[in-house]
């Protein structure tokens, strides 16, 4: 989609979620960027009458619901900041009625830009500046020598990191999913934790809308997670209750995920091509 300089975008942070505008078939919409999620998706009505009609998908996430039904439209042409372009780019429109992102936010929220953005590209994310640059893929900054380099696993389509969470003297480590479209910090999975308990003090919570309807749980705090060299004390956790994970497709070893709150304290980039992430701490980090 990128021919061979970098492109700069700035973006709106809103609720710790990234949005940025995109022009599709010649209107001008705000898309949620989620590496959480695979396919390029429209909520609602917003493209008007669909001319090509392949078949009906239903997705399966996290909540209590059934799923979505997403209706799949080709021949789309998107473009992003007037130079990114796809002349024929699928799009599932999502029959939702309980997805509502633009009331939560205060900012109007149109569709949902998934991983096929960061396939081929190397992006990187300057949370302080609100900026995403787009990096053609044998392009390398000589600034990058200085960032952490960590492996990421790249399953259906989705960026995997290890990770280690520490509570008392319980330290557990497993896979967890990089989700743009997560604004918390950690979510944990309970059932994928073994001998691990929640410990007081903790709330019951109104963690966030899922592809499969609210999502409920419990919120703590827990002593310490560890991404690479990295390592964040205290962070707040969020725990979603059983039967909201239970619709989910899950990956082997995968023990949670983690979200906005934390890779805002760092300047990041997905290196998707490379299956690997630079990481740095920003002046957010212990705050």
Do not use: C
Not at 9 to 27: S, T, Y
Not at 75 to 97: Q, S, T, V
Not at 237 to 247: F, I, K, T, W
């Amino acid at each position: 989609m990128l021919k061979n300089k970098k492109l700069s975008i700035p973006f709106i942070f809103a609720h710790n979620l990234v949005i940025i505008p995109v022009e599709v078939n010649g209107f001008m919409m705000n898309f949620l960027l989620d590496t959480g999620v695979k396919e390029t998706m429209v909520f609602g009505k917003s493209l008007g009458v669909v001319d090509s009609t392949i078949f009906k998908n239903k997705f399966q996430g996290f909540g209590s619901s059934g799923g979505i039904d997403g209706i799949l439209a080709i021949n789309n042409h998107l473009r992003i900041a007037k130079r990114m372009e796809d002349i024929d780019h699928p799009i599932f429109i999502l029959d939702n009625e309980h997805i509502d992102i633009s009331s939560r936010i205060g900012v109007e929220v149109n569709g949902i830009l998934g991983s096929r953005f960061f396939s081929d590209h190397r992006i990187e994310f300057d949370f302080l500046k609100r900026r995403l640059t787009v990096f053609p893929n044998k392009t390398t900054p000589k600034s990058w020598s200085n960032l952490k380099t960590l492996a990421i696993e790249i399953i259906g389509s989705r960026p995997f990191v290890k990770i280690s969470v520490q509570q008392d003297n319980l330290e557990i480590s497993g896979k967890a999913l990089i989700d743009m479209g997560n604004s918390d910090a950690v979510l944990l999975l309970k059932n994928r934790l073994k001998d691990y308990e929640i410990r007081p003090p903790f709330i019951s919570d109104y963690i966030g809308p899922g592809f499969n309807g609210e999502i409920y749980g419990l919120r703590n705090r827990i002593k310490k997670l560890t991404i690479g060299p990295f390592q964040m004390s205290f962070p707040l956790v969020a725990y979603p209750e059983l039967e909201s994970v239970q619709n989910a497709k899950m990956v082997n070893e995968r023990i949670g995920s983690i979200g906005n709150e934390l890779l805002r304290r760092f300047r990041i980039i997905f290196d998707y091509p490379n299956k690997q992430i630079y990481l740095s701490k920003n002046r957010n980090f212990d705050k």
